[in-house]
C-alpha cells in the first residue's frame, strides 16, 4: 500500500490543483470531503485542509476536529484551511477590509521547514475575503504580504499545553497548489517531503504493478466486458485489465452515429493492433431514431445513455460467463459527482460514473480511478501505448450529438463530421495537435446568407473550437494563428456544401465550459 496524503476538500475551486500538485511530487493522495471521518492508519503521512467559499465566521461554518487530527499527523491549512486552523486554536478571524483577490508578493520573515529554499520574496496568489488579525499563542508569523501581516504560519517547535498539537502544523494564506503562485509546488514539496516524510514513491511503473496484481487477485480467471472507445482512458483501462487476465477481457466498441469521420474503423484496427479482444457493433440508426426530436441537451445525453446500456447490456448476454464490467472511470469523474455541503454541483451528468443497470448484474472494475488524466496518459505510455493514440484529445461520451445545436439528424451528423475531420487534420498537418488540449467543430442551429459565385446562399454556420488546459478543470482558448484560422475556414467553407460561415470561439472555462452542450 502506497504512503498517502488525505485532502479534506471544504468545495474549494482549486482543491484539484493541490492534488494534481501532491500527485506531481510522485505522492498518492485522496481527495474526501471535510466531514467524512479520517482513519489514521500506517500509510497515512499528513493531512490538507483545501479552501473554501465560505467564511469560518459563518453560523454554519464548515468545521472539523484539527485538534484530532494534529494529534495524530502534520496538518497543513490553506486559505480557509489556515483560517480553520487559527480559530480552532484560540486565534482571531475577521472580515478583511477589501477582498484581496490575485498576485501579491510574499515577504518571509521566518524560513521554517515549509519554506526552505524559497526566495525571501516570491510572487504568491491571493483569494480570500477575510484575514487572519491574531494567532493562536501557540504559532508563529513566518510569511507577510504588503496587505497583510499573516500569510504563513506555523506551530512553535516546543508548543506549550495550549494546543496540545504532537505534530507541527502549518496555514498559507494564500494558495500555492495554482500556477500564479511561483513557488507554489516547491512549498508543497517541502510539506510531503521534509515534514511528512513522504519518499515519493508513486510512480506509473509501481501504479502497473500494483494494479495488474489487484486486478488479477479481484477477476481471477473470471471474465470481463468492457466498452471501448479508442480514447485514451478506456484503452489504458483496458491494456491494464488485458495485462492482467489476457483474453477473458471482452471489448466491445458501439458506433452511436455521433462518432468522428472513419472513426469506427480507426478504433476497431488500433485496439486489434495493440492486442486486444474487441468487437465493433454499428447501430447508428438506433441511435438516429432515440436523437429524433430532441432538442435540450441533457435530453441527448440521457438518450445517448439509455440506448448505449440496452444495446450493450445485449451484447453482454449474448456472451458466457461474464462477471465483471471494466470502465475507464478516471479520478475527476468520481471527485466531480461527490456534493461537499453545497459548494460543489453538478455541472452535467458523467456517461461512466454509477449508472449500472442492476439487471445486467456485474461487478465494476475501475483500475484508472484514482488517477488524473496526464497520470493516465503516463501509464500508457510506460505500458508502451503507442504516442498517437495517447496524445489524442478528450472525445465527449455523448459524442457529436453535444456539438451539434439543436436536433441530431443523420444530415447533421455528416455536415459536421466533415468539417471537424478539416479542423483536426490541418491542426496535425500543421504541428499544432499537441499544443491543444481538445479541439472539435459544433454545428449551430444557424442559417446565415452567404455568396458563392454568383449565388447566395443560406447555410449553416460552424463554430471551432480549441483550448489549452492541464486537465480539464480550467482550460484557456488557444490562440491559434490568424493565417491557420483562415486555410481551414476556407477549406471547410469551399468543400463542405451546406457550410458557408466560420467562426472561433474565445471564451475560457470558466465562466464558459469548454463543449458548448
Not at 461512466?352 to 483500475?367: A, C, H, Q, T, Y
Request: glycine share 8%.
Amino acid at each position: 500500500m502506497p504512503e498517502k496524503i488525505l485532502i479534506l476538500d471544504f468545495g474549494s475551486q482549486y482543491t484539484q490543483l493541490i492534488a494534481r500538485s501532491v500527485r506531481e511530487a510522485n505522492v498518492y493522495c485522496e481527495i474526501i470531503p471535510y466531514n467524512k471521518k479520517v482513519e489514521i492508519t500506517p500509510d497515512l503521512k499528513g493531512v490538507i485542509l483545501s479552501g473554501s467559499p465560505f467564511s469560518v465566521n459563518d453560523a454554519n461554518a464548515l468545521d472539523i476536529d484539527i485538534q484530532y487530527l494534529s494529534e495524530n499527523l502534520p496538518v497543513l491549512g490553506v486559505c480557509y484551511g489556515a483560517q480553520l486552523i487559527t480559530k480552532n486554536f484560540g486565534g482571531v478571524v475577521e472580515k478583511s477590509d477589501k477582498r484581496e483577490y490575485g498576485r501579491s508578493k510574499l515577504q518571509i520573515s521566518k524560513k521554517d521547514d515549509l519554506l526552505k529554499g524559497i526566495k525571501s520574496e516570491t510572487d504568491v496568489w491571493m483569494s480570500h475575503s477575510d484575514t487572519i488579525k491574531k494567532l493562536p499563542d501557540d504559532f508563529i508569523i513566518t510569511a507577510s504580504t504588503p496587505n497583510i501581516p499573516v500569510a504563513a504560519f506555523s506551530s512553535k517547535e516546543n508548543l506549550s499545553s495550549g494546543s496540545n498539537a504532537k505534530y507541527p502544523v502549518f496555514g498559507l494564506q494564500f494558495h500555492p497548489e495554482v500556477y500564479h503562485s511561483a513557488e507554489g509546488k516547491k512549498i508543497i514539496k517541502n510539506f510531503l517531503v521534509n515534514i511528512c516524510h513522504c519518499r515519493q514513491s508513486w510512480t506509473p511503473a509501481h501504479f502497473i504493478s500494483d494494479t495488474v496484481e489487484d486486478i488479477r487477485k479481484k477477476i481471477g480467471d473470471k471474465k470481463v466486458i468492457m466498452a471501448l472507445s479508442g480514447g485514451v482512458d478506456s484503452t489504458v483501462a483496458a491494456t491494464l485489465i488485458h495485462k492482467a487476465i489476457g483474453k477473458n477481457l471482452f471489448g466491445i466498441f458501439v458506433d452511436n452515429g455521433v462518432l468522428r469521420k472513419d472513426e469506427f474503423e480507426q478504433v476497431l484496427q488500433s485496439c486489434t493492433s495493440i492486442g486486444l479482444n474487441i468487437k465493433g457493433v454499428d447501430a447508428k440508426e438506433y441511435f438516429y431514431t432515440k436523437l429524433a426530436g430532441k432538442i435540450d441537451p441533457e435530453e441527448k445525453r440521457k438518450a445517448i445513455g439509455n440506448s448505449f446500456i440496452e444495446i450493450f447490456d445485449r451484447e453482454a448476454h449474448a456472451l458466457d460467463g461474464i462477471e465483471f464490467l471494466g470502465q475507464g472511470t478516471i479520478y475527476p469523474d468520481v471527485i466531480e459527482s461527490v456534493s461537499v455541503h453545497g459548494p460543489s454541483v453538478t455541472i452535467k451528468s458523467h456517461h461512466n460514473v454509477g449508472g449500472l443497470p442492476e439487471r445486467m448484474k456485474l461487478k465494476l472494475i475501475e483500475p484508472l480511478r484514482s488517477l488524473f488524466k496526464d497520470e493516465v496518459r503516463k501509464v500508457g505510455a510506460e505500458l508502451g501505448l503507442p504516442d498517437a493514440l495517447l496524445s489524442r484529445h478528450p472525445f465527449p461520451g455523448p459524442g457529436l450529438a453535444i456539438r451539434i445545436l439543436g436536433e441530431v439528424t443523420e444530415e447533421r451528423v455528416q455536415l459536421l463530421q466533415k468539417a471537424d475531420a478539416v479542423f483536426i487534420n490541418n491542426l496535425k498537418k500543421s504541428g499544432l495537435y499537441a499544443t491543444v488540449w481538445q479541439a472539435g467543430a459544433i454545428l449551430l442551429p444557424v442559417k446565415s446568407v452567404g455568396v458563392m459565385g454568383d449565388e447566395r446562399t443560406y447555410e449553416f454556420t460552424v463554430a471551432l473550437r480549441a483550448v489549452t488546459s492541464v486537465d480539464g478543470m480550467t482550460a484557456d482558448w488557444a490562440h491559434l494563428p490568424y493565417e491557420f484560422l483562415s486555410d481551414v475556414s476556407n477549406e471547410i467553407i469551399n468543400n463542405i456544401k451546406g457550410i458557408n460561415r466560420v467562426v472561433y470561439d474565445i471564451s475560457s472555462k470558466p465562466p464558459a465550459t469548454i463543449e458548448w452542450e
